[in-house]
């Protein structure tokens, strides 16, 4: 739950147990704050995040915002201790970020994903629902979640095949395997690779950047490039989400997260 600040400029900010978020000019910034849990993705952290950028949204002296995390790891996927022993109905009901990460996507004004360190699973998923990534040298971009006896669900499957194409996507969601940052920008996952040290000096950069240019055309742009990179992508998240949530009426996808906790190999048999 959020409490109200003022913040150097007067303006009020909100703040969070699990994010922070602050305002350098006409930038808005929230940063993932939950470094024990390498910012695994809990619904109480989304829900922070979602309204940490809704209130930049509302706020007319910001222009462009941007979400990072720490510097050796953007956001390490969902929380697999919220899941472990859920039911496709559990999923469905009570630890369903579904209806969080839409509303990230009705977010109106540029939205810049600066990731340092990993970012898989939901972290990836995060960072391509943001209209633009910008890389740390030490980023690490994956879908790991077959090797809980799982798939992506919360747009992967969707947005990583529109971003990287069919082959290496399935290469990426199929095997595991995570791709650098170069392999990331070379594949148009990120935009723009940068050293660690300077990640977030350079994503404030190009939040600015982007500040100086007429706000309108600047938000239709956005909505008409999304529009059209996206396509019809809800109607595969749709299924996506359906297909994930049937998934945990599955011996192996149990296994795998139990496995994931206990520190040991899984035993998938097929069930």
Request: hydrophobic share 45%.
């Amino acid at each position: 739950m959020s409490t109200e600040t003022q913040s150097p400029s007067g303006a009020s900010t909100a703040s969070y147990e699990f994010v922070s978020s602050s305002v350098d000019g006409p930038v808005g910034i929230v940063t993932l704050n939950r470094p024990k849990q390498l910012n695994a993705l809990a619904l109480p952290l989304v829900q922070e995040l979602v309204e940490a950028l809704e209130q930049h949204d509302a706020n007319p002296a910001v222009r462009a915002m941007v979400v990072t995390g720490g510097p050796n790891v953007f956001a390490a996927g969902a929380d697999v201790a919220e899941m472990a022993d859920a039911s496709p109905v559990d999923m469905l009901v009570r630890h369903n970020p579904g209806p969080l990460w839409d509303r990230l996507r009705r977010v109106g004004k540029p939205l810049i994903a600066a990731v340092a360190g990993y970012a898989l699973g939901g972290g990836c998923e995060l960072a391509m629902l943001c209209d633009i990534v910008v890389a740390a040298d030490n980023a690490r971009f994956g879908q790991p979640e077959i090797n809980l006896g799982l798939m992506p669900g919360g747009g992967g499957t969707q947005r990583l095949t529109r971003g990287v194409g069919k082959s290496l996507a399935m290469d990426m969601i199929l095997s595991g395997r995570m791709i650098s940052a170069e392999e990331a920008l070379a594949h148009g996952l990120a935009a723009r690779v940068v050293p660690q040290d300077s990640l977030l000096a350079e994503a404030v950069k190009l939040g600015k950047q982007i500040a100086t240019k007429a706000p309108l055309a600047v938000r239709l742009a956005k909505a008409s490039i999304t529009r059209g990179s996206e396509g019809r992508v809800d109607d595969g998240v749709e299924l996506e989400r359906d297909l994930f949530f049937l998934l945990f009426s599955t011996h192996d996808a149990h296994e795998g997260m139990h496995a994931f906790i206990e520190k040991r190999q899984p035993s998938f048999n097929g069930a």
